[in-house]
């Protein structure tokens, strides 16, 4: 009887669980592949994507922001510079091998050797002790109250299986292409089923995964796109069910044929426009002597001579947050009451310029991207005219990113009178902006600081906010050092451009992040 | 025979020796590879690193004789954005861009030879003059326009045609194949269509053209007189005199097929060389980009080699003019 009660019970539970187990293939695309497999090389938007559904860290960050355990089920700080982590038990990688604190260790090791790109992750880490296998501490060297942000890209890496193969060290594209470029052992959602470069990868779910999935897919398929147009019309087809960047003249379109919706968001990239704030001289006005850069009233001018609005309501579609902070909202240390803009006012704007003693304007090249940032160049070409009407003949020089990041960047000493440049912190915290664009004064500040703008006021702010724990007093501190970056003018923020994702009616629900990723741990199909 | 080959191959050297020194010293104005490679949050000192692991702060004279070393022994470096071997990247898309290039051809072939001797011998016709007009179309339209033409008829509104992709290849020890089954060859319609249109329209007109040219002369009339039928003289001897400038533009356009094939490739997402060669410009790829344009000019200096052997062969005045000389 028992057994009659037994088998009956098994083919019921089988009949329920074939009917369940229909295949749910996730298709989704967007302009360039991944760039390798390695988690520590290829600091880039899709590639980092791609990693966290393969790997992951101890902390796992979801779609809103918010940080929550992963490989470390609870952590506290025991004093200034040690934070112990209990490590998670019974989680195995890809392959079978157990999860310890080894793992750990060697991944720390290795994210911080010289060919790795992701380096700056663990920056403020001294050292990791382990205490038991499933126990660490994290020491840093200075108080750090950043180190959580940073630590959902630490991604951990299997000790035994480096060491098996042999692929410990990193490779910087020159004379091998290494086993962790080509293959995957993480502890992530996803496994590895194929990589062909530049045509599909597909993943399909980690049955070992110490999490209960909120997907419900058997396999996901990744197929880059480049050609706008194209990826719209496989979008259409049908061939594939979601797919981003939409380009912002096909957001109408998507939202009117039946079957595709676009679905908008927040990013949290902040377009803002630079200044050559050091140089005695303009490299556009040689023999002059003068850099009208360098009084604020200039700088003001610029700010109130750009009407914003009408970008927005027509370069960028209405798809794009005008903003008058460095930051967008969601990053941690954004002050929305000071989210305010000086005004558009170009009799204003003249007044100053005159002010300055530069009633007559002045010639200026206007360096900008045209195929890095949503509609990057067509801004820059609306901004043109904006100028001419106070007196400013800005000469547009739109380049592609490879030459445009290389003019304004360290290799060229900042070689650039007048900018655009796009930002998302990292780390998702106003540190970061105000290390690498609103300072310069220490070692590796200001790599992205092309005008080179300084305030004394300002350094000093930036090194204390590094190393202040306490939340009130750091946010104070980041108020001020704010403010005074925009009473100085030191650059002026345009906007947060919008995403655009484009959805097939096969997709039941996908959570879109602000930073642009499709985390297949939230995409169920129908 | 055997001088005048051996004197080719030799210009041949020279000139991938001086292709590769002109596009090597381009490089030094694309752009930085480094950013691309290692992110925007890398320190100087990581910067630093990358550029002494890759060599690019060497001066010029030593970058190229490196190259130049190693490219002789068949070593091309590794892609920086793919971190695989430069040959292992181009080898793994020659059959993608050949397969393609092999169909288009035989499609331009197939239509357009027929197309220009019909409207050569019913040069007034009603017919003549609508496949005219329309062969106008197919040489003033973009080539990224009638891809996305296709992809919206074939695709979008009537679902028949993949739009993206090679789809399901079949691995024929090693080459991977759209040819051997109808699923795989369904997604090699519509690229090949789009690449063909403007070597069929032209051949069309130059076969056109060649055939008036020869049904005006002596030797035509002269067979007619004798009582050949029609298809003797039309095909027997007009058609076959007609193939000369047919195969050396043909030679030389399935050269600059393989080579340029990029926008064809950049809209249908064709895996192949052109794809590729346009990624490494876009990210800085220098060693793919010297491997890429050092393999076109091979292939160029191949073809032209081929097409001038081939003239040799079919043309019997030239081979006369050689041996000439003795008396």
């Known amino acids: 009887m028992n057994k009659k009660i037994f088998t009956v019970t098994l083919m019921v539970l089988a009949f329920v669980v074939g009917v369940a187990a229909e295949a749910k293939t996730f298709r989704y695309s967007t302009s360039g592949d991944i760039l390798g497999l390695d988690p520590y090389t290829n600091n880039e938007g899709p590639t980092n994507t791609m990693k966290h559904n393969l790997y992951e860290g101890l902390i796992h960050r979801s779609y809103d922001l918010s940080l929550h355990p992963a490989l470390a089920t609870d952590w506290k700080q025991t004093d200034d510079l040690t934070w112990r982590f209990n490590l998670r038990k019974g989680v195995k990688f890809h392959n079978g ?236 240390g954004f002050q929305p009451d ?17 002010d300055a003693g530069y009633a007559q304007g002045f010639s200026v090249t206007f360096d900008c991207p045209n195929d890095r940032y949503v509609n990057d160049e067509a801004i820059c070409l609306a901004v043109v005219p904006m100028l001419k009407r106070i007196g400013i003949d800005a000469k547009l020089n739109a380049q592609t990113k490879s030459l445009h990041f290389q003019k304004i960047g360290r290799t060229e000493k900042w070689n650039t009178s007048f900018y655009m440049l796009g930002w998302t912190p990292g780390s998702f915290d106003a540190h970061n902006p105000l290390l690498q664009l609103m300072t310069l004064d220490g070692e590796g500040q200001g790599t992205w600081n092309a005008g080179r703008y300084t305030n004394p006021r300002v350094e000093e702010l930036t090194d204390l906010i590094g190393g202040e724990t306490d939340v009130d007093k750091r946010n104070s501190m980041i108020r001020e050092a704010f403010k005074i970056h925009q009473d100085d003018v030191g650059h002026i923020p345009l906007h947060q451009q919008a995403l655009a994702w484009g959805i097939g009616d096969k997709v039941k629900e996908v959570k879109q992040r602000p930073n642009n990723d499709v985390d297949l741990r939230y995409v169920i199909m129908k | 025979m055997l001088a005048y080959i051996v004197r080719r191959l030799l210009h041949s050297i020279l000139v991938l020796i001086a292709v590769g020194f002109i596009a090597f010293s381009l490089f030094t104005y694309v752009g930085d590879p480094i950013n691309n490679m290692v992110g925007v949050e890398a320190t100087e000192a990581e910067r630093e690193w990358a550029r002494k692991a890759l060599g690019i702060d060497d001066p010029f004279p030593v970058q190229f004789a490196r190259f130049a070393w190693h490219a002789v022994q068949g070593d091309f470096g590794q892609s920086f954005r793919l971190s695989i071997p430069v040959e292992t990247a181009i080898g793994d898309r020659l059959p993608a861009t050949l397969e393609l290039v092999f169909v288009a051809a035989v499609m331009a072939l197939a239509i357009g030879v027929p197309l220009g001797v019909y409207t050569g011998l019913h ?87 060649e055939m008036l040219e020869v049904l005006r002369t002596d030797y035509i009339k002269f067979a007619r007189a004798r009582g050949l039928t029609n298809r003797a003289v039309n095909f027997g001897h007009a058609l076959k ?81 050689g041996t000439g000389h003795a008396h």
Request: charged share 15%; aromatic share 10%; with cysteine.
């Open chain 1, 97 to 332: 091998n157990d999860f310890t604190a080894d793992d750990v260790l060697i991944s720390f090791k290795r994210i911080q050797e010289p060919a790795s790109n992701m380096t700056f992750v663990v920056k403020s880490i001294d050292k990791i002790v382990k205490l038991d296998d499933h126990t660490i501490d994290i020491i840093t060297k200075d108080p750090d109250p950043t180190l959580l942000l940073n630590l959902p890209n630490f991604w951990i890496m299997d000790k035994e299986w480096l060491e098996a193969n042999n692929a410990y060290t990193i490779q910087e594209g020159a004379t091998v292409s290494t086993f962790a470029n080509l293959n995957v052992n993480g502890t992530g959602p996803f496994m590895l089923e194929e990589w062909v470069a530049d045509t599909r990868t597909v993943l399909v779910p980690n049955p070992n995964w110490w999490n209960t999935p909120q997907h419900n897919l058997t396999k996901a398929i990744f197929q880059p796109i480049g050609n706008n147009a194209t990826r719209v019309a496989a979008l259409l087809s049908g061939e594939i069910d979601l797919m981003y960047p939409v380009p912002l003249q096909d957001i109408s379109r998507l939202e009117s044929t039946p079957g595709v919706t676009p679905l908008q968001g927040p990013e949290l990239r902040t377009i803002f426009l630079g200044f050559d704030q050091h140089r005695d001289e303009l490299m556009d006005m040689p023999g002059s002597g003068k850099n009208p850069f360098k009084d604020v009233r200039v700088r003001k001018a610029f700010y109130q001579a750009i009407d914003i609005e009408a970008i927005h309501r027509v370069v960028m579609r209405k798809a794009s947050k005008p903003t008058g902070l460095m930051i967008a909202e969601g990053i941690n």
């Open chain 2, 123 to 209: 040069r007034d016709g009603a017919i003549s003059r609508i496949l005219l007009t329309a062969s106008l179309v197919g040489i003033s339209l973009p080539t990224f326009l009638i891809g996305i033409i296709l992809i919206l008829v074939f695709s979008v509104w009537l679902g028949w045609l993949p739009s993206f992709g090679r789809g399901a290849t079949v691995d024929l020890w090693g080459w991977e194949s759209n040819l051997v089954t109808w699923e795989g060859f369904k997604s090699i319609i519509l690229p090949s269509i789009t690449l063909c249109l403007f070597q069929l329209t032209l051949l069309m007109r130059l076969v056109r053209a």
């Open chain 2, 241 to 321: 005199n007609t193939l000369v400038p047919v195969i050396t533009i043909t030679g030389l356009q399935i050269g600059s097929l393989i080579a340029f094939a990029i926008i064809t490739e950049t809209v249908f997402q064709w895996p192949g060389m052109g794809l590729l060669f346009l990624q490494a410009i876009q990210f800085v790829d220098i060693p793919v980009m010297a491997a890429y344009l050092c393999l076109v000019a091979f292939i160029f200096v191949v073809i032209n080699l081929m097409v001038d052997l081939l003239y040799y062969a079919i043309d019997p005045r030239l081979r006369l003019e």
């Open chain 1, 338 to 354: 000071m989210n305010t803009r000086f005004p558009y006012d170009p009799a204003a704007a003249r007044k100053l310029l005159a």
